[in-house]
Structure formats: structure tokens, C-alpha cells
């Protein structure tokens, strides 16, 4: 395991109070299943638990099953020596893993679903799981890790509580995570230990800001001079290191969104190409006059599709200052021209991009700023990203369109005074009664921008908050959930 993966589960563990000491009766889960029964015998794992299949139509050919298993075994042990005596009886031997559809392509929607029993009897004694998809069999082992724990008497592996009966899928099909590579770079091997640790939380959406105003740090083959807008020489990724990403995210059931930020925040864009700056002393927004602007969209998208296969692409819009548009005489001899106001203008670079995106087979992720300027404009399958305020959810849903929380106030990790306490509480479907429109709310995501953070502390920044909006804001919020939280003691209920 990464070690920087290892600290943030530490912390993670240390947040869940996962160990020894933990009660017998209490449910050391998180996020919380859907619905959880147990018993109150302790079951010792077998120190070489094997994984069978007995009963799927999916062979595993990629391995994603098989890794997964090593990787839980592996986050159970903790490096551990396991030197205990073997007790003879209540061994779990095995873990047996039914998937009843063959598919391995990890897609938007795919069903993340599983069932998960641990018995006390039977002979051979093993655990079983069921799940539609290899990625619901995923968050199942996920699960079941989280029931095992190295033990320090015993020196073995321990289950408590068992029989254990356990119904899962998550709330919401999109549970995002926005990491910022612009700011600060990220190496790989640091996005890599994000990802390790979003599969412990089962959130499921990478979101990858790569670029913005200070840096352009990924390799582009249609433009090859974007990337000297990276910091340095070696603060770059290949497009190799970036399909090496989605491969090993999509392993662990997470996509991977990307981001261009446009037409503001691209700055860096013109280090490379200063055609793409409205001039050498006014930088951004992206000269929206020309037409190469839009061509490097195009050869930019050109080359994502080929390595981002989500079904969707982030185009930001977000914070448009268009002075510049103004301040520069070819760009407001343009707009007379063609009889715009910097609004025009701005809407129309949004939509135009949308256009390429969707050519390229996307489905549009905008930031709200585009939505609340024109959104009867929109093309209808866009998807709303919310980050200001708490209200604009709603209105996006009643227009019909689909959303993505991220309200700052409660899901900006990099407000570093947010407490996990709004982390946790932070409702999507706030002010939204309507059952259809409550679908259109396709999940929530909480944003790590890069500011104030880099390798060395992105994680301890992360996490536990991540976590607690993973419990409950986008994992649980059933009737019995909203009840516990209305306790006075639900902090030290146990569950959360
Ligand atoms: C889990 O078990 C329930 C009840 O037996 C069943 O209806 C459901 O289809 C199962 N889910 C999965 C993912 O196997
Ligand atoms: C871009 O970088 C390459 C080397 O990586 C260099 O040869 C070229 O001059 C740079 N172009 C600009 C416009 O900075
Ligand atoms: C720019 O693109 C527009 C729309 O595709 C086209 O009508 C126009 O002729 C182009 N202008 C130039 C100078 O190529
Ligand atoms: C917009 O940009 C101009 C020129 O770069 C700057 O002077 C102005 O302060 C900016 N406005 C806002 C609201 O940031
Ligand atoms: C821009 O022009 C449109 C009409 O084309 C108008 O509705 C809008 O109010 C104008 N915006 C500004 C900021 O002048
Ligand atoms: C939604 O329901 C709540 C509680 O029943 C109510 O207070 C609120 O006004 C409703 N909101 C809308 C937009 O209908």
C-alpha cells in the first residue's frame, strides 16, 4: 500500500474507532450500509482466506476482482505478522463472490449493489457475496474488510459479531471528489493514494481539475505546446500517466472527470499559444474572437476522449471576468461586428464549446455560473455543477436539468475551517420535494481545490471530512437516518 493510502487510512480508522476496543455490539461501518444485522459471535479469519467465484457468469479476465481481494487482505493485515494459533473452529475459510452480469466496463450508472452474509456455521465456513455488477462486489469487499481486524492477543485476524447480514446500494450513482492539479502539482503516485482511499469511502467520481490560470500541466498531442504552461519541466503528466490514472482508478470503481476550465481560468493556456490570450498584457478569459480558440478546444477534447471514457466532461465556466474582452480593441471590434454584449459573447463561447464536447460524445458538466446566466440555453443534457450557495439545486432540477451539489459553504475541503459536522449533514436533495425531480440530482461532490494544499498534506486535508459527506450526505439518508441525526446524542450514537 502507498503510504501516503496507509496514513490516510490510519486517520480514517482512527475517525471510525475501527479496532480491539470497539464494542462488541457496535457497528464500526462506514459509510453505513443500507440495512445491517448482526449477531454476537466472534469468527477468526484464516490467515490464507481464499477468494472463490462459485456461481458467477463474470470471469474476472481483468483481474479487478481478484486484485481487489489481495488489496483487502492486505488492508486487514496492516503488514501485521499473523502468528496466532490456529483456534481450529468458527475459521472463515473462504469468501465466495456471485456476479451475476459479465460486464467489466466501468460506466455511469453501473449497479453498485451487493449483499454480503458472514454465517457462523457450516463446513467449510465462508462468506458470501452477491452482486450484480463486479464493481458492487467491490464495495462489498470493502465492507467486509471493514468487519475484520487484526487482533493483538489472539495475534490473528478477528470478525466480531457475527452472523452478519448485510444489504447495500448507494444513494446516489455520482459521489465525487474534485482534486486540483493546477494549483499545486500532484504526482501520480499522490493521485494514486486519493484513489486508494476514495475506494474506502465508496465514493465512485474522481474529479480531475488539471488545468487552470497558473499551470497547464498535461500533455496534449493535437497542441503539444499547451503543457509549457506547466510549472516546470517535470511538473507535468503524459497522456500515458494519464490513461495509467483511469485504469487505475476504474480497477477500484471510480471514473475519473475531467476538467477544462473555459473560458476563464486558462491562462496558462497561452504560455504555449499566446494567440489564445486576448492580448500579451490582458491574459483571460480565452480570446473568445477567434477561431483557433476553439480548434485547441477541439484538438484538447480530440485527445481526452480517447483517454477519459466517462460519459461526461467538465467545461467549468465558472468566474468570467470579461473585461479584457472589452479592454482589447480586435476583440470589441469583433463583438460590434457580430452585435454582442460581453454576455452574448460569454454565453455563446459556453455553448459553442458544449457543441465540440458533445461531438466528441460527452455529456456536458458545467460549473452554476452558466446555468444562472442563461440557462434556458443550455443544451438539455447538461448537467449543473452548484458550488455557491445552497438554493440553485432546485431551481436547476425544476428547469429540468440534471446536478451535482458541491455547496461551499459545507463540501469545500479547502475551507479549512469547514467541520465534519457540515460535512456530514450537508443534504443534496435540500428544498427539493418532487420524486422526479429528486432524480435529477445525480449526487454530490466535495471539492479539494489546491490553493492551500500539496503531496504532502492533500490527504490529511481530505480525509476524515470527505468521509463524513460519504456517510451520510451521499451514501445514507434514509427515515431511520434522519431520526438518529435528530437525537440529541447522535455525535456519540455510534453510527456517525
Ligand atoms: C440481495 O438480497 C435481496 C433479498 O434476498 C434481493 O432482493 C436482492 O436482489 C439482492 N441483491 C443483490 C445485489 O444481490
Ligand atoms: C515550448 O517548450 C519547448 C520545449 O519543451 C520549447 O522548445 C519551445 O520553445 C517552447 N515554446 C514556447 C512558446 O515557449
Ligand atoms: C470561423 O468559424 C466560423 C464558424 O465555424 C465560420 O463561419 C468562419 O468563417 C470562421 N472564420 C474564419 C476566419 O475562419
Ligand atoms: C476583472 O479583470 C480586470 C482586468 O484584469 C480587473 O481590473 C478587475 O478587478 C477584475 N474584476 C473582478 C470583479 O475581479
Ligand atoms: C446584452 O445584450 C442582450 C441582448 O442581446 C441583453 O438582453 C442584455 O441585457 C445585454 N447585457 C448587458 C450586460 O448589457
Ligand atoms: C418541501 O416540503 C417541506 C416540508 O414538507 C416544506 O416546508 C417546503 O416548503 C417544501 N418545498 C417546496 C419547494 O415545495
Not at 474506502?200 to 474522481?206: A, D, G, T
Not at 455543477?385 to 428547469?399: I, M, R, S, T, Y
Not at 425531480?437 to 445525480?442: K, N, R, W
Not at 463524513?468 to 437525537?487: E, F, H, K, V
Amino acid at each position: 500500500m502507498a503510504p501516503a493510502a496507509a496514513l490516510a487510512l490510519s486517520l480514517l480508522l482512527a475517525f471510525l474507532a475501527i479496532g480491539p476496543c470497539a464494542a462488541a455490539d457496535s457497528i464500526d461501518l462506514w459509510p453505513m450500509p443500507q440495512s445491517v444485522s448482526h449477531g454476537t459471535q466472534k469468527l477468526y479469519v484464516k490467515k490464507d482466506i481464499t477468494m472463490s467465484m462459485v456461481g458467477s457468469t463474470y470471469s474476472d479476465e481483468k483481474s479487478i476482482l481478484k486484485d481487489a481481494f489481495q488489496r483487502m487482505l492486505d488492508l486487514i493485515t496492516l503488514n501485521h505478522v499473523i502468528d496466532g494459533i490456529d483456534p481450529g473452529s468458527s475459521v472463515l475459510t473462504c469468501v465466495n463472490v456471485v456476479v451475476r452480469t459479465p460486464e467489466d466496463e466501468l460506466s455511469f450508472g453501473a449497479d453498485e449493489s451487493y449483499n454480503l452474509t458472514v454465517p457462523t456455521t457450516g463446513d467449510p465456513l465462508y462468506a458470501q457475496i452477491q452482486a450484480q455488477t463486479v464493481f458492487g462486489a467491490l464495495q462489498a469487499l470493502q465492507t467486509f474488510g471493514q468487519l475484520c481486524y487484526f487482533d493483538f492477543t489472539s495475534r490473528l485476524i478477528e470478525l466480531n459479531s457475527a452472523p452478519w447480514i448485510i444489504t447495500d446500494r448507494p444513494r446516489f450513482p455520482y459521489r465525487g471528489l474534485l482534486i486540483d492539479t493546477a494549483r499545486h502539482y500532484l504526482p501520480v503516485k499522490t493521485i494514486k493514494g486519493v484513489i486508494d482511499a476514495m475506494a474506502y469511502s465508496k465514493l465512485n467520481v474522481l474529479h480531475w481539475h488539471i488545468v487552470d490560470e497558473q499551470s497547464f500541466p498535461i500533455e496534449i498531442p493535437s497542441y503539444p505546446k499547451l503543457w509549457n504552461g506547466s510549472y516546470s519541466y517535470s511538473e507535468r503528466y503524459t497522456m500515458s500517466d494519464a490513461i495509467d490514472i483511469v485504469r487505475y482508478a476504474e480497477k477500484r470503481g471510480v471514473n475519473v472527470l475531467a476538467e477544462i476550465d473555459v473560458p476563464g481560468h486558462a491562462r496558462s493556456w497561452g504560455i504555449g499559444y499566446p494567440a489564445l490570450w486576448p492580448s500579451e498584457s490582458c491574459r483571460e478569459p480565452l480570446d473568445v474572437s477567434k477561431n483557433f480558440t476553439f480548434e485547441v478546444i477541439d484538438g484538447i477534447l480530440s485527445d481526452f476522449s480517447k483517454i477519459f471514457k466517462f460519459k461526461f466532461v467538465h467545461l467549468g465556466g465558472d468566474e468570467v471576468n470579461t473585461s479584457c474582452w472589452t479592454r482589447t480593441p480586435h476583440i470589441e471590434g469583433w463583438l460590434n461586428n457580430n452585435h454582442m454584449n460581453v454576455s452574448d459573447a460569454y454565453r455563446d463561447f459556453v455553448l459553442r464549446s458544449q457543441k465540440i464536447a458533445i461531438s466528441h460524445g460527452y455529456d456536458v458538466i458545467n460549473w452554476e455560473e452558466t446555468f444562472n446566466s442563461f440557462g434556458d440555453k443550455l443544451d438539455p443534457k447538461t448537467v449543473v455543477h452548484n458550488w455557491l450557495g445552497e438554493d440553485v439545486a432546485p431551481k436547476v432540477v425544476a428547469a429540468g436539468h440534471r446536478c451535482i451539489v458541491s455547496n461551499q459553504d459545507k463540501w469545500y475541503l479547502d475551507h479549512l475551517d469547514a467541520s465534519w459536522e457540515g460535512f456530514y449533514m450537508n443534504e443534496p436533495l435540500k428544498g427539493i420535494n418532487d420524486t422526479k425531480q429528486q432524480q435529477l440530482v445525480i449526487g454530490g461532490e466535495v471539492c479539494m481545490w489546491g490553493e492551500e494544499i500539496d503531496a504532502s498534506d492533500i490527504q490529511q486535508t481530505i480525509w476524515p471530512r470527505a468521509a463524513a459527506a460519504a456517510g451520510c450526505g451521499l451514501r445514507l439518508r434514509s427515515s431511520q437516518m434522519t431520526q438518529d441525526l435528530s437525537r440529541q446524542d447522535w455525535r456519540a450514537s455510534g453510527v456517525c
